[in-house]
């Protein structure tokens, strides 16, 4: 991590006061909350964030808490606020969340919460003509591409589908030089299935050498899929990629195996490698490939997951980003030293801000996430494909 300035010397040092003061600090905390969606079609994602933050910060304050810019300790204190994948909800809850003592947030889940919400933040820092809210976002889970760039109070740790889905084309079209033709399903009123098919995976696939032979699109309330089938079906398509979230990329999976629909290669959205892609039609997902920017392929990732089960939830990409978050701004609070008072909450979120701005590297459950200046995050990721009932390690590009 690159800081102006990691620790004081100062700091460095345990003074006579440090040392005094340290029965006091037993009763200190920081506040670091969650937002998104914890109910709803998409509610299983806002749940498993808000486990996964339980844990990290549990583990956090077992090893005794942050270290605060007086040398005293502080344990962090986490809640998480439901915005039900609903902009307006999730403004609301920002506000919210702002007039709190909270020193930063991490969310939103949905794409089309956190574009609209990320735009009542200040564009520019230090602008003076921009009356927009001053307060650091650190998101875990909307992915669409380039929203990082909307405020200079937002970071994402989420990773590039660009590169992703470039890889793996490129990797089908080494691997499976016999594919020809692709054949497109979206979840068209989802701001993050629509812009990963249209700008993401269809490009991609193009650029690759792929033609594009049709496309059916679905909403994320829709539960009969079988007009949009019956086009695919006609098409014949070598490759189908579905870019949907769990609950209608298993429909059309299930609506496919009715129709007899067998292409050479499934490809889905990011979203959709998780648990509950597999709970809800594991036999139709069978050999569906993504890739994703988590898997537990070494020890680091399993403790982390298993760390999560025990909170309820479920490690996915999503999730994954929310415990690295979590542990991101543990460094980040004592690289920074925040002060941790009511006197010093509005210099301290500023510090988190500048903080978050100048990191150019961060750890993850895969590898080191480099830290892009607009706020955003290139990650470590795997492709993985659904095989008897779990998520397998087809191939890692990185290795």
Excluded at 9 to 22: C, E, H, K, R
Excluded at 215 to 222: G, K, P, T, V
Aim: glycine share 10%; with cysteine; hydrophobic share 40%.
């Amino acid at each position: 991590m690159k800081l102006k300035a990691l620790l004081k010397a100062g700091v460095l040092g345990v003074s006579t006061l440090a040392m005094a003061s340290v029965a006091a600090a037993q009763d200190k905390t920081i506040r670091i909350v969650g937002f998104g969606a914890a109910s709803g079609v998409v509610g299983i994602f806002g749940q498993n964030s808000s486990a996964a933050m339980s844990a990290a910060f549990e583990k956090i304050n077992a090893e005794g808490g942050v270290e605060l810019a007086d040398g005293s300790k502080a344990m962090i204190e986490t809640e998480y606020y439901d915005d039900r994948c609903n902009a307006e909800e999730g403004i609301s809850v920002l506000r919210r969340i702002a007039s709190t003592d909270a020193l930063v947030a991490i969310g939103p889940t949905c794409s089309n919460v956190a574009e609209p919400l990320f735009g009542i933040l200040q564009a520019k820092v230090d602008d003076e003509g921009d009356t927009g809210l001053q307060f650091p976002v650190f998101t875990d889970v909307a992915i669409k591409g380039g929203l990082a760039g909307i405020s200079e109070w937002v970071f994402r740790n989420t990773p590039s589908e660009s590169q992703m889905y470039d890889d793996l084309f490129a990797w089908l079209r080494t691997n499976h030089p016999d594919l020809k033709t692709i054949y497109g399903g979206v979840e068209e009123d989802f701001a993050h299935s629509r812009f990963t098919w249209y700008s993401v995976m269809k490009t991609a696939a193009e650029k690759h050498g792929f033609e594009v032979v049709g496309e059916a699109q679905w909403l994320l309330s829709d539960t009969n899929f079988s007009n949009q089938a019956r086009g695919m079906r006609r098409a014949e398509p070598d490759v189908v990629a579905i870019s949907a979230h769990p609950f209608t990329t298993c429909g059309m999976l299930r609506e496919m195996t009715r129709q007899r629909i067998q292409p050479k290669i499934l490809v889905g959205l990011t979203s959709s490698s998780s648990l509950e892609t597999l709970s809800g039609c594991a036999n139709e997902a069978e050999g569906l490939t993504i890739p994703t920017s988590f898997a537990p392929v070494n020890e680091e990732a399993k403790a982390a997951a298993e760390a999560v089960v025990a909170k309820g939830g479920q490690m996915d990409l999503h999730s994954a980003s929310a415990w690295e978050n979590a542990m991101i701004l543990k460094d980040i609070i004592e690289a920074a030293e925040i002060g941790g008072t009511p006197e010093t909450l509005e210099e301290d979120r500023r510090k988190i801000r500048d903080a978050l701005a100048e990191l150019e590297n961060a750890p993850g459950l895969l590898g080191s996430n480099k830290r892009l200046p607009d706020g955003e995050a290139v990650k470590p990721y795997v492709f993985v494909h659904a095989k008897d009932g779990s998520w397998d390690v087809l191939h890692n590009p990185g290795s």
